[in-house]
């Protein structure tokens, strides 16, 4: 990280910025093309690692990259503010941010896949006491993204 002055280490302060965001953007490797895509997540931190989970359609694009090359890259950002000044170059901007690289696995496990919609729904809903029926597991696809590697940034 060029700016070692905003970057963030501590796990905590890490953790309350992941929780503060919405939507993780995953980029895939399309044949030497980059598909980004925006998606809600939910995570579970295992032995000081990120695991974050996704959910979607069965089929289609993400999924076939997936099979095709698991390796990814994605970005998540929070509290974004303009900070204005007299001048064009003395603007700047303030934001929290988190990048890295990991490998996406599609969840085949029905009880991991439960856990994972469970991590969305605790994420984006702040309640942990959904329940999910046999057919709505099965009708959906559960994907999780291990982080290998992860930094945080942030600019106030």
């Known amino acids: 990280m ?13 953790g309350e910025i992941i929780d503060s965001c919405t939507c993780c953007r995953i980029g895939f490797n399309d044949n030497g093309q980059v598909y980004i895509v925006p998606l809600n997540f939910g995570y579970r931190k295992k032995e000081n690692r990120y695991v974050f989970y996704f959910h979607g359609a069965k089929e289609g694009r993400k999924i076939g990259l997936i099979r095709q090359n ?24 303030g934001f929290q941010s988190v990048i890295g690289n990991g490998t996406v696995h599609i969840v085949e496990d029905a009880d991991e896949k439960k856990m994972g919609l469970l991590a969305v729904m605790e994420h984006n809903t702040g309640r942990s006491d959904w329940e999910f029926n046999e057919k709505m597991v099965e009708g959906v696809c559960v994907f999780k993204l291990e982080a290998e590697t992860l930094s945080c940034k942030e600019h106030l």
Do not use: W
């Open 70 to 93: 698991p390796q990814v890259g994605f970005e998540m950002d929070t509290n974004y503010r303009l900070h204005r000044a007299d001048t064009a170059c003395g603007h700047s901007a």
């Open 2 to 14: 060029r700016r070692k002055d905003r970057e963030v280490t501590d796990p905590d302060k890490i």
